[in-house]
């Protein structure tokens, strides 16, 4: 069933099989993944942002005073 191959056979089929990955990759589109990876940066930036700046808008809004809020309450022993 198994068949030895020479020298000679496997270095064509070596020489296949990098046309073929060769031509697998030329036929990828790149330009789809990069796009989708900018949106996603863009987004989560964008996301980040916001966090950012509702954190730091106002005394009442502040991120810090949020937090201090929730602990002070879930710290309180009966």
Known sequence: MSEIL???E???ERARFQELVHKNI???SLRKN????VANFIYSTLIIGFFF??????DTS????????VFESKLIVI
């Open 26 to 28: 030329g036929e990828m």
């Open 34 to 37: 990069i796009f989708k990876g």
């Open 62 to 69: 502040n991120i810090f005073v949020f937090l201090n809020n």
């Open 6 to 8: 020479s020298k000679t």
């Open 10 to 12: 496997m270095y064509i």
């Open 53 to 58: 700046s509702w954190a730091s808008a106002s």
